[in-house]
């Protein structure tokens, strides 16, 4: 199993920059995919960034150009680089990862950060 642990999130003004982390730990694996999901309460949650493990990268419309993504592989961790924050940024950011047991492996095991708060005030 994987285990994420977030960091990174906070307040911050519009116009500003975070930077947040998600590192993935647990017994051995290996990392297919990682990526940042974000939900504001009462809403679905949606796709921000990912990153896969040969460095192909995406982003959702709403991001693109101000957000960037990056993984550093010997750490096992992902990192959202924030700019131009806007107020409809503000959401629960959730770092998720895609692994198998082996690279070889055909199952595919998700999973989920516990959530970091991002907060962009006007």
């Known amino acids: 199993q994987v285990q994420l642990v977030e960091s990174g999130g906070g307040l911050v003004q519009a116009g500003g920059s975070l930077r947040l982390s998600c590192a993935a730990s647990?017994?051995?694996?290996?990392?297919?995919?990682m990526g940042w999901y974000r939900q504001v309460p009462g809403k679905q949650r949606e796709l921000v960034a990912t990153?896969?493990?040969?460095?192909?990268?995406s982003f959702a419309d709403s991001v693109q150009g101000r957000f960037t993504i990056s993984m550093d592989k010997p750490k096992n961790t992902v990192y959202l680089h924030m700019n131009s924050l806007k107020p409809e940024d503000t959401a629960d950011y959730y770092c998720?990862?895609?692994?198998?047991?082996?690279?070889?492996?055909?199952?595919?095991?998700?999973?989920w950060g516990q959530g970091t708060q991002v907060t962009v005030s006007s």
């Open positions: 998720v990862v895609n692994s198998r047991r082996t690279p070889l492996s055909d199952i595919i095991l998700t999973s």
């Open positions: 990153i896969t493990n040969d460095g192909k990268t």
């Open positions: 647990g017994s051995a694996f290996s990392i297919d995919l």
